[in-house]
């Protein structure tokens, strides 16, 4: 059960202050009137709920009381990206299909967008009512003090639309670049709504980059897809050390979809992805995984509420971290069986490597169940190499190095060997087992 | 080859093996048996170098080098092989290229050509056929999600391509069909060589149909009670291990 979060502590009014005072100041000059209303929506909600604290059940193992996370700047125009540094973020294969959102701006001369049918768009929703009156029925629901701000600060956004049975072999990519340049942190608010028709087949990067020191971007995305949709979801995150990214992303699945996630973490200040997932129709499967590999004092955050809303869905949740020197992770994900979602099939497993003693894991698997005739599991375990699989590899000619070098790579390689495009897996690949080697 | 003197070890405070002494020579196949809790397993982990156990008395020499003195990889790159009963699983570490990595640092201290993957891979897809083992073990983690009998393969087919000088089979018997216990003991038996030499650690004397040891010695109570020739393990198989008490 959420705790009441008492709003009368001089920490959390100072950040309600601050907050207050950036959004008067958005809503005087920078702001978009076509999200005034979703504006105003969602700062009346953050005054109500006031700003979480540690108690806060939402954020346990997350430091909210950081002044840097309310005392943000709002660019007013965004960073211009040189073609080399945008060049380098786009993965082979994503040349043609590539969007770049800098500070939250889709930057038209970085992106290249090609349907041959016309069956994929990409659009600003400033006008599209219907998209609008969404992002305004969820901010109404929403709890996130964080995807609060998204909205209550978003000058723009926009809609992935794909249509009835397309199918794309490749990946669309969507960059998200943040510039931290300035004295105080960088807000940046992409907010993308991504709706897939029925029947269609999907690849989707989300690569988040902050470019420099300050960086703060707080993306929201909304995947809701149709009947028997088939969405490969790939996130990586990366970035400066002194940057901070927080991301919500929810997903709505309708019956017999079938939706893949893999999120890779590179850390910073601070890293933090909420998902929320809604199985809403029969049949619907979610195969989740998240990786990090952490050092020096980067954090990575996975929270996760995913709700079987209907009969004979599966989920599978698996989470991997490495961590060393001072780093800290954490996965807290509760899985929701509803009411009559009977034949529910749920499992959630979370293991943390330890390279370092003062490194932090914490793990909080947790399962609610209102259904009958359901099959829930889930475990955790946080610890250092396994000695029995050191000593195989030693008895296999391998040193103490090489052999702990293998364990931990192969630690984090079973989630990133299982991302679906080998030039994003050999990125990631590349950006968090570069980080094992000392 | 081996040559292991009044051998005391155990582990924390128990002591488990009591004082064995063996010769083992090139060319030869030794089997040890004995009922459980006789010391046999322990024999194996103490000859690999396992850390948990600890030896209190006795030299072992390999080669003419003490073994006692060298790390378990330094014991795997000098030519001792050793193939588990219950092999550990490693997910994320594929099959194919734990051992080609494997197979490499060997190759590389004894001056030998490494092999890139494709290289590797026909070498690898040639021993995994005499084995009977699908190509789809390759790909998946090491070990993992593993039959036990695709497990004491997987043993066998390191054994292989590493081509050490001593192996030791712990239990390869256990837990195998009658067909996977044929396939496994004839590619054992054309491993063997008189340039290798092998211990066959069993409770069973059934695989001794298919793989003929030269020497057979019953464990007991932590030392070797008695030795013979196969004429020894068909004794047990008749009599049982009463003959020994």
Redesign the interface.
Known sequence: MQKEIPVKTKGSQAHLARIKERFDGFIQSGSNPAFGEINELASGIIKTLGYPHRTHEMFTFVNTADPSLTSFDISEQPTRLDDDTARSLVYTGCENSVLFFIDGSLDRGLSSFYSKDGKMSISPIEQNQAAKREILEKTKSEKDIFALLNAAFMKEAFLLDVKDGESTEGFIQLIFAASGSGESPALSTPHILIRTGEDTNIGIIARFVSLDKGAFSIPALSISAGEGAKIKYICVQEGHEDSRHIVKTSALLSKDTHFTCITASSGSALVRHNYEIHLQGEGAETDFNAVSILKEKEQAHHYIRLHHEAMGCISRLKFRNILNDKARASADSTVVVHAGANLSDSDQVMKSLMLSPDAKADSKPNLMIYADDVKCTHGSAVGQI????L??????????D??QR??T??????II?KIPFAPARDGVRKMLLGKLER | MLEIKDLHAGIEENEILKGISLSVNKGEIHAIMGPNGSGKSTLGNVLAGHPSYKVSNGSVLFEGDDLLTLEPEDRALKGLFIAYQHPVEIPGVGNAEFMRMAYNVKAKKEGREELDPLDFDELMSRKMELLGMDAKYKERGVNEGFSGGEKKKNEILQMALLEPKLTILDEIDSGLDIDALRIVAENIQKLSGDKNAIIIITHFPRILKYIKPHFVHVLGSGRILKSGGIELAMELESKGYDIIK
Do not use: H, N, V, W
């Not at chain 1, 396994?386 to 699989?389: S, T």
């Not at chain 1, 000593?391 to 103490?400: A, D, E, G, I």
């Open positions: 396994d000695p029995e699989q000593f195989y590899l030693k008895t296999r000619c391998f040193s103490q090489m052999a293998i364990l790579t192969g630690f984090a390689d079973e060997g």
